[in-house]
């Protein structure tokens, strides 16, 4: 028989594997697919522990505490499995418009990746739906373990590459295993360790990650003499030197340039985002630097201070130093790119990054600083114009954002965006509506005098000031424009004539936009009537580029040609992955309900509480998915936000599960009220901690973040275990299907989540989660006046 206190160590390694994997996985879709992919992932992993409490709860016989030693051993086979096996289905986004059996593989993917959460879900549910009296000490074991593997894969992932580091995270459930199992286990565990080991150190050609040959860095491959030159891993990034003809690196460059461009090196990043680093070493190489639209500031204004915002491979730094800036730093969002540079690139680029350069959030580090600087300078631009997901959070370019960058320019200084021509278009419009507003909130009354735009036949070049274009100012912008046969888009003065004479496009009135959105008297009708929504964006709703408009979708439709792909890039995958996962999840959270009726002891008592199964699911991770999302402006990388927030919720969670079942008085119906009380203070108090923390170093901003989330984490792994032993003692047949409840709603969640805060902002996540604690605190309360306690 199994012995009683192997089980929460068991649980605790079955957890860490399970979320360690889910983590990897994240970074296995980010490269292999596209990142908005992964968001897959949280799907599949919440519907595999879902399907375990259906499987217990239509099976009785699996409800053995002699299994939960076989159920590890299931999972620390399944994680590398279900990885070797899903990277040979042919499954890319990009094909489904033309290859119906990618729905097909789809499905695949969902079945073949769902299996190892599958596995875990036994455990953690097989040991609640025995001992349910134990439930604190079980539920504190799976989040203390879940923390632990939220924080230990990102050290795996700094060694190893994600597809290898899969091979290593199977060994903690065998060692689950190896622990519960008799002899006859024991043997066969150790033999999957070693065949675990000599994968990770010597993987076979058919677990190399798989790559859509759509992404950036495979298309760039694909050309005559092109070549991969070395691969970098980080726990947040692939990085891919290569050369290729594809690499030619120089944004809307004048057509009456006519010279070869240097040598330059492209850089991948998850083999999609491609930027260049450019051979710095011959001055008279570099001339066409001086015929790109990011020069215009240059050309125009003081340059002896510059800032130079997310350079990447280093061109716009290259353009401030050819025009003399004598103060220049480099602020690279991320240091990844920099330490490549730096380490194998650092003759060859100039230097770009030695001296003064800053990684992480240019606005952090301005926020610490008194610098005030003739020029900021900010690229959005790769060597291919490529667009980027709708809903991946943008804390750059929102109105505080502007704000911060205009208040630390000198008197007469600019700051200048650069960004390709993507048509429909839309980025431009909204970083021209929030610049404006930006400057409305600094106390500039007419933004139409401040701000000017060039355009060239591909890149766009938008400049901002806080003291009005001069007529010097407007001049220099007239020659610049005209030496180089770009056309000026807005400046002060300039006529609907001027505004076209190089580039001509057709259905795209850039002049008549710029002027109706710098207009405060015609820029809410314009924002209104656009076909997109280009409205300002601010921290509580960071989604920069989502442009879509629900009640406008047909007419997007039509106008992209009938692509629904379109839709999905835009950001409505997130709608298409909840229909996915409601479809799936529906029978998960049917069937045992259905089969408990059944049940000779399954009676009205117990199933009083399944709402607040629901509700605990859909409150813990509506609160948790905010959580992350807003601690990534102080954090100043989504990675950095997913490690902290997992590690300290996941933790003090635990910990909280642990003194439930210690304390009496943690286990009264008012917690969750309590609960609840505490998110709504956190959501009017986390914007003062991110600028109160702002300026420290990342690691006190990592720990500040770490103790700051432990109280409310400590609260929220209280109500789950206290729920499942008061449902263990009036109906303990419930228990499987209480947890696939509550697995059913944590898949619908975090995707609500994002939904409800590109509508209504993250304020209104967090007061929706607090909403759910607030009704499980009530649904505790009738349950005890209904049994009379």
């Given at each position: 028989?199994?012995?009683?206190?192997?089980?929460?160590?068991?649980?605790?390694?079955?957890?860490?594997?399970?979320?360690?994997?889910?983590?990897?996985?994240?970074?296995?879709?980010?490269?292999?697919?596209?990142?908005?992919?992964?968001?897959?992932?949280?799907?599949?992993?919440?519907?595999?522990?879902?399907?375990?409490?259906?499987?217990?709860?239509?099976?009785?016989?699996?409800?053995?505490?002699?299994?939960?030693?076989?159920?590890?051993?299931?999972?620390?086979?399944?994680?590398?499995?279900?990885?070797?096996?899903?990277?040979?289905?042919?499954?890319?986004?990009?094909?489904?418009s033309?290859?119906?059996?990618?729905f097909?593989?789809?499905?695949?993917?969902?079945?073949?990746?769902?299996?190892?959460?599958?596995?875990?879900?036994?455990?953690?549910?097989?040991a609640?739906?025995?001992?349910?009296?134990?439930?604190?000490?079980?539920?504190?074991?799976?989040?203390?373990?879940?923390g632990?593997?939220s924080?230990?894969?990102?050290?795996?992932?700094?060694?190893?590459?994600?597809?290898?580091?899969?091979?290593?995270?199977a060994?903690a459930?065998?060692?689950?295993?190896?622990?519960?199992?008799?002899?006859?286990?024991?043997?066969?565990?150790?033999?999957?360790?070693?065949?675990?080991?000599?994968l990770?150190?010597?993987?076979?050609?058919?677990?190399?990650?798989?790559?859509?040959?759509?992404?950036?860095?495979?298309?760039?491959?694909?050309?005559?003499?092109?070549?991969?030159?070395?691969?970098?891993?980080?726990?947040?990034?692939?990085?891919?030197?290569?050369?290729s003809?594809?690499?030619?690196?120089?944004?809307?460059?004048?057509?009456?340039?006519?010279?070869?461009l240097?040598?330059?090196?492209?850089?991948?990043?998850?083999?999609?985002?491609?930027?260049?680093?450019?051979?710095?070493?011959?001055?008279?190489?570099?001339a066409?630097?001086?015929?790109?639209?990011?020069?215009?500031?240059?050309?125009?204004?003081?340059?002896?201070?510059?800032?130079?915002i997310?350079?990447?491979?280093?061109?716009?730094?290259?353009?401030?130093?050819?025009?003399?800036?004598?103060?220049?730093?480099?602020?690279?969002?991320?240091?990844?790119?920099?330490?490549?540079?730096?380490?194998?690139?650092?003759?060859?680029?100039?230097?770009?990054?030695?001296?003064?350069?800053?990684?992480?959030?240019?606005?952090?580090?301005?926020?610490?600083?008194?610098?005030?600087?003739?020029?900021?300078?900010?690229?959005?631009?790769?060597?291919?114009?490529?667009?980027?997901?709708?809903?991946?959070?943008?804390y750059?370019?929102?109105?505080?954002?502007?704000?911060?960058?205009?208040?630390?320019?000198?008197?007469?200084?600019?700051?200048?965006?650069?960004?390709?021509?993507?048509?429909?278009?839309?980025?431009?419009?909204?970083?021209l509506?929030?610049?404006?507003?930006?400057?409305?909130?600094?106390?500039?009354?007419?933004?139409?005098r401040?701000?000017?735009?060039?355009?060239?036949?591909?890149?766009?070049?938008?400049?901002?000031?806080?003291?009005?274009?001069?007529?010097?100012?407007?001049?220099?912008?007239?020659?610049?424009?005209?030496?180089?046969?770009?056309?000026?888009?807005?400046?002060?003065?300039?006529?609907?004539?001027?505004?076209?004479?190089?580039?001509?496009?057709r259905?795209?009135?850039?002049?008549?936009?710029?002027?109706?959105?710098?207009?405060?008297?015609?820029?809410?009708?314009?924002?209104?009537?656009?076909?997109?929504?280009?409205?300002?964006?601010?921290?509580?709703?960071?989604?920069?580029?989502?442009?879509?408009?629900?009640?406008?979708?047909?007419?997007?439709?039509?106008?992209?040609?009938?692509?629904?792909?379109?839709?999905?890039?835009?950001?409505?995958?997130?709608?298409?992955?909840?229909?996915?996962?409601?479809?799936?999840?529906?029978?998960?959270?049917?069937?045992?309900?259905?089969?408990?009726?059944?049940?000779?002891?399954?009676?009205?008592?117990?199933?009083?509480?399944?709402?607040?199964?629901?509700?605990?699911?859909?409150?813990?991770?509506?609160?948790?998915?905010?959580?992350?999302?807003?601690?990534?402006?102080?954090?100043?990388?989504?990675?950095?936000?997913?490690?902290?927030?997992?590690?300290?919720?996941?933790?003090?969670?635990?910990?909280?599960?642990?003194?439930?079942?210690?304390?009496?008085?943690?286990?009264?119906?008012?917690?969750?009220?309590?609960?609840?009380?505490?998110?709504?203070?956190?959501?009017f108090?986390?914007?003062?901690?991110?600028?109160?923390?702002?300026?420290a170093?990342?690691?006190?901003?990592?720990?500040?973040?770490?103790l700051?989330?432990?109280?409310?984490?400590?609260?929220?792994g209280i109500?789950?275990?206290?729920?499942?032993?008061?449902?263990?003692?009036?109906?303990?047949?419930?228990?499987?299907?209480?947890?696939?409840?509550?697995?059913?709603?944590?898949?619908?969640?975090?995707?609500?989540?994002?939904?409800?805060?590109?509508?209504?902002?993250?304020?209104?996540?967090?007061?929706?989660?607090?909403?759910?604690?607030?009704?499980?605190?009530?649904?505790?309360r009738?349950?005890?006046?209904?049994?009379?306690?």
């Amino acid at each position: 028989m199994t012995s009683d206190r192997k089980i929460p160590l068991a649980i605790l390694l079955c957890s860490s594997a399970s979320l360690a994997y889910e983590v990897a996985l994240t970074r296995i879709f980010s490269i292999s697919l596209w990142y908005h992919y992964a968001f897959m992932i949280i799907g599949i992993a919440m519907l595999g522990f879902a399907a375990s409490g259906t499987a217990l709860a239509l099976q009785p016989r699996l409800r053995e505490m002699g299994k939960l030693g076989p159920y590890a051993l299931l999972l620390g086979i399944a994680i590398p499995a279900s990885y070797l096996l899903a990277n040979q289905v042919p499954f890319d986004p990009v094909r489904l418009s033309w290859e119906k059996s990618q729905f097909f593989h789809l499905a695949l993917y969902y079945l073949i990746l769902a299996l190892p959460f599958f596995c875990t879900g036994l455990v953690v549910a097989t040991a609640f739906a025995v001992q349910s009296g134990r439930s604190g000490l079980f539920y504190g074991a799976d989040l203390l373990g879940a923390g632990l593997g939220s924080m230990g894969v990102l050290f795996l992932l700094g060694v190893a590459a994600p597809e290898r580091a899969v091979f290593v995270i199977a060994a903690a459930p065998l060692a689950a295993a190896w622990a519960l199992g008799g002899t006859g286990i024991r043997s066969f565990t150790l033999l999957l360790i070693g065949l675990d080991l000599l994968l990770f150190l010597s993987p076979p050609g058919f677990a190399e990650l798989r790559i859509s040959p759509y992404k950036g860095l495979k298309a760039a491959l694909r050309y005559p003499g092109a070549a991969l030159l070395k691969t970098y891993h980080t726990p947040f990034a692939r990085i891919d030197t290569f050369e290729s003809p594809a690499v030619r690196f120089a944004p809307g460059l004048s057509l009456g340039y006519l010279d070869p461009l240097p040598r330059q090196i492209g850089l991948a990043t998850d083999a999609g985002e491609i930027s260049a680093v450019t051979a710095a070493g011959d001055p008279a190489s570099l001339a066409f630097l001086d015929y790109l639209p990011s020069a215009l500031p240059y050309y125009i204004g003081g340059r002896e201070r510059v800032l130079t915002i997310d350079p990447q491979g280093g061109l716009q730094a290259l353009v401030a130093r050819r025009f003399g800036a004598e103060y220049l730093v480099k602020a690279e969002t991320d240091p990844a790119i920099v330490a490549v540079i730096r380490r194998d690139w650092g003759e060859f680029s100039g230097n770009i990054y030695d001296g003064r350069t800053v990684t992480g959030l240019a606005r952090s580090w301005l926020a610490g600083t008194g610098d005030k600087f003739d020029i900021i300078d900010i690229s959005l631009q790769g060597t291919e114009p490529y667009g980027s997901f709708g809903i991946a959070e943008e804390y750059r370019f929102t109105v505080e954002a502007f704000t911060e960058y205009l208040r630390h320019l000198e008197g007469d200084g600019m700051l200048a965006v650069n960004l390709y021509i993507i048509p429909p278009p839309r980025t431009e419009f909204r970083l021209l509506a929030t610049m404006a507003q930006a400057l409305a909130e600094l106390g500039v009354a007419e933004p139409a005098r401040h701000m000017a735009a060039v355009r060239s036949w591909g890149s766009l070049c938008i400049l901002a000031k806080r003291s009005p274009l001069t007529a010097a100012d407007t001049e220099g912008i007239r020659r610049f424009a005209r030496e180089r046969r770009f056309d000026p888009l807005w400046f002060p003065g300039l006529t609907a004539a001027e505004a076209s004479v190089y580039v001509k496009s057709r259905g795209t009135d850039y002049f008549r936009a710029f002027a109706a959105i710098l207009d405060p008297a015609q820029r809410e009708r314009f924002l209104a009537d656009y076909l997109f929504d280009v409205a300002p964006v601010r921290d509580d709703r960071p989604f920069f580029r989502y442009f879509l408009k629900l009640p406008r979708s047909a007419e997007i439709y039509r106008i992209m040609g009938g692509k629904w792909q379109f839709f999905l890039e835009e950001g409505y995958i997130v709608p298409a992955v909840l229909v996915q996962v409601a479809v799936l999840g529906l029978p998960l959270l049917l069937l045992p309900l259905l089969a408990g009726r059944r049940e000779r002891n399954s009676g009205a008592p117990g199933r009083r509480l399944l709402p607040s199964f629901a509700l605990l699911g859909l409150g813990f991770m509506l609160v948790e998915t905010a959580l992350i999302q807003k601690i990534i402006l102080p954090l100043e990388h989504p990675s950095y936000a997913v490690a902290t927030a997992l590690a300290s919720l996941l933790v003090s969670s635990g910990i909280g599960s642990l003194m439930s079942s210690r304390f009496a008085p943690l286990r009264s119906h008012l917690v969750p009220a309590a609960i609840a009380l505490l998110i709504v203070i956190y959501s009017f108090t986390l914007p003062a901690l991110s600028a109160a923390i702002a300026p420290a170093a990342l690691p006190a901003k990592v720990l500040l973040v770490f103790l700051a989330l432990l109280p409310l984490g400590l609260l929220m792994g209280i109500p789950f275990p206290v729920v499942i032993q008061r449902l263990g003692l009036v109906d303990p047949l419930l228990i499987p299907s209480a947890w696939a409840i509550n697995g059913t709603l944590s898949v619908l969640a975090p995707l609500l989540a994002i939904m409800t805060a590109t509508a209504f902002g993250f304020v209104s996540v967090f007061w929706v989660g607090a909403s759910c604690y607030l009704l499980v605190c009530l649904n505790l309360r009738a349950f005890a006046r209904g049994n009379g306690h």
